[in-house]
């Protein structure tokens, strides 16, 4: 037996991520996944491009090398000629905080970092790498 009722939504805090409200009581919002290298700045901006003009309000990127990092500012200021303003979120394993400090412009183009705790550091240096690693954490929101 089906009900007409919704499932309820879990309370949650909303954030902005860029222009667009993620969780609270704003209405659930469309998040892709790039699967290119995001080094690879073309096919980025063209994956990018391709998802927000099939609905996607908030497009992920990996940022898993110091490549990728240096290509996000690229694929920002790109996406913003072709006047597509779609959030971008870096996705970080591993060595997203020293990715952060060494690519400030990488840092300041993204919309919010996830930054998946299981994949930060080992051992000691587990939650020191998550939670110290760069300044640029406190200035966006970041999961």
Known sequence: MQSDSPIPRRLCHAVQVGRVTV???API???SMTNTDTADIAASVKQIAQLWRAGSEVVRVTVNNPESAKAVPHIADKLAM?????P???D???NGHQLLTAEPACAERLAKYRINPGNV???K???VSASTGARW???WPSR
């Open 23 to 25: 969780g609270g009581g």
């Open 29 to 31: 919002v469309v998040q």
């Open 82 to 86: 072709m006047g597509i303003e779609v």
């Open 88 to 90: 971008i979120v870096g």
């Open 92 to 94: 970080f394993h591993y």
């Open 121 to 123: 550091g080992f051992g």
């Open 125 to 127: 240096k587990r939650c």
């Open 137 to 139: 954490i406190r200035r």
